[in-house]
């Protein structure tokens, strides 16, 4: 795998997460969705809470071909921010930004290096794109990090 495009709510079925409708939020401003193993596992990992947490019960059997095992409500404007965290967690070597919403991981070097060449030869046709290489701290646990001074994962 070179690349993962992450465009629309849809795009999210490739992390086990599966948008449904956003009418089930009173206040119009969440997505309802199912989420399997996999999809669970990144949002609870995405909102810093314990793996073992408890979510709601799905709406539908499947998602992804694996069955549902609960659901989420994400606010209409996360997609961005939740797509960077799963491409990261992927262990993307880099993360493009286009334009407003489109995010795409990068996981070769020579896709990288692609990317910041274009970006040097064509710099005003690219000036609503970025780049942020994924630089990992050594003392990462997951998505945490190990505090130097107390070893405690934060």
């Not at 965290?85 to 290096?113: C, S």
């Not at 046709?125 to 107390?150: C, D, E």
Request: proline share 4%.
């Amino acid at each position: 795998m070179d690349s993962i495009h992450i465009n629309n709510w849809q795009d999210l079925q490739h992390f086990g997460i599966n948008a449904l409708t956003g009418e089930a939020c009173a206040y119009s401003t969440r997505i309802l969705c199912d989420v399997n193993a996999e999809g669970c596992a990144l949002l609870l990992d995405y909102f810093g809470l314990p793996p073992q947490g408890i979510v709601s019960r799905p709406w539908n059997a499947r998602v992804k071909d694996e069955p549902a095992i609960g659901s989420f409500m994400l606010h209409r404007h996360s997609l961005r921010q939740l797509a960077e965290f799963a491409l990261l967690r992927m262990e993307a070597k880099a993360i493009v930004y286009r334009g407003e919403d489109a995010t795409v991981g990068l996981f070769t070097d020579e896709l990288l290096a692609n990317y910041e060449k274009l970006m040097q030869e064509m710099p005003s046709s690219t000036k609503q794109w970025g780049i942020r290489r994924n630089y990992q701290l050594p003392k990462a646990v997951g998505s945490r990090n190990v505090h130097m001074f107390t070893n405690r994962v934060v």
